[in-house]
Every structure is written in C-alpha cells, then in structure tokens.
C-alpha cells in the first residue's frame, strides 16, 4: 500500500507526538523516585557527625595526670605508650586477675616489658619499685643498708630485684658482661618476668657460679 504526501506526514506528526509523550514519561520518574525515598534525619546524622569528632578529639588530647591502670578504662589505657586496642583489654584481664601494686607489675601482662613499663612511669599512679623495707626484708639488710648506693662490692645500686634492673646493674655482678646481660634481659622480656631461679638458669652462659652470684646478690620476688 501506497502513503499518500499528506497520509506520511500525518503519520510523521503522531510517530514524534509518541516519542515526545514517552520522553516526558521518562523525564518524570525521577521526580516520583525521589518523591518515594523516606526524609533524611539530618539532626541524627550531625549528632553522629559531633559525637565522632569528640572522640577522635578526646583521644588526641594528652592525659590530664596520671591514671590507674587498676581502675581506667580501656579508652584511657589506649592513650598510654605504646598500648593499643588488644594491649589494653590483656591489662583489664590482668588485674581483675591480681590488681597492680607497682609499676613493674605491668610486666605480668602479655606484651609489656620492662622497658615498656619503665615508658609508663609518670602517667600511671603505680610507684616503681617495692619499699625499701620489703626489700630489706627478703634481702635481711636493714634499711640503712638497703638504702646505700652500693650494698656491697657486686650488688648493683638501687632495686635488688633481678627482674627490675637494667644492663649497667647486671654488669656489676662478677661475671656478667655487656652480652650476657642482654641476653637475660630479652629472655625476662619474652617471659614478662622471671618466675624462678630455674629460668634465669636457662640462659645461655649462665652457669653454676654466675647463678650463685646472682643468688647472693640480687633476690627474686615471686
């Protein structure tokens, strides 16, 4: 069948009014989408919003003073040094365990070591060391003695406890040297403290003679 001139045209006209009306459909939908999504609860987003810029402020700031370890929570502990998210929580576990009495006893917990412990001193409220008449007590000096600068030939100056002393002091026992005394100080650090005599006879180089020298100068508090 043949379309006359006008017949083609006409049906030109109808083919762009079908196109313009599908087009305006189109141009609709999107207005209805936005029409049916639910409102925004903007006020809870800038709530959201303020409360996480307040916690990331309050753990930027430095601590105010010193804090218990017995007591603080884990969002206190975080900002000590060197401690993070799974440190803390293992110092929680610790002292519901057996609360802390010094700062060495930081060293009980998974992670911490002497030198760690040491870093924490003045931002925690433990003091560090045990009293001088404890330590005159196990050692059977008096605390005159106890608080002399050097108790004697060999023992080092200040805390006699094995597990609180650094290399200097180990080096002043006869026949530790700077290598030896390295290497009793990762093995207590690997340890977290040393728990026996039998341990410390375990390093290497440590032999029958060092051990008794150890033993008659520096005590080991369980």
């Not at 433990?126 to 007590?137: H, M, N, Q």
């Not at 403290?193 to 290497?204: G, Y």
Request: hydrophobic share 45%; no cysteine.
């Amino acid at each position: 069948m043949t379309l006359s001139g006008d017949e083609r045209r006409a049906l030109a006209i109808i083919v762009g009014l079908l196109v313009i009306a599908s087009g305006a459909r189109w141009l609709e939908r999107p207005q209805r989408v936005l029409e049916e999504l639910p409102a925004l609860d903007v006020a809870a987003l800038e709530a959201a919003s303020r409360e996480g810029r307040d916690e990331a402020r309050a753990a930027a700031e430095p601590l105010k003073g010193p804090i218990d370890p017995n007591t603080a929570p884990a969002a206190d502990l975080v900002r000590l040094p060197g401690v993070g998210p799974s440190l803390a929580e293992r110092i929680i576990e610790e002292r519901e365990r057996a609360q802390f009495r010094y700062l060495e006893d930081l060293t009980r917990v998974r992670g911490i070591g002497l030198t760690l412990a040491t870093a924490m001193a003045g931002r925690v409220t433990l003091p560090t060391g045990p009293p001088r008449e404890t330590v005159a007590r196990n050692t059977g000096l008096t605390p005159v003695e106890t608080a002399s600068p050097v108790v004697s030939e060999t023992t080092p100056a200040g805390s006699l406890d094995i597990n609180y002393i650094g290399s200097s002091d180990l080096q002043k026992v006869r026949g530790i040297g700077p290598a030896l005394a390295a290497r009793l100080i990762a093995r207590r650090d690997s340890l977290g403290r040393f728990a026996s005599w039998e341990q410390i006879d375990e390093v290497a180089g440590i032999g029958p003679v060092v051990l008794a020298r150890l033993k008659e100068t520096l005590i080991l508090r369980p």
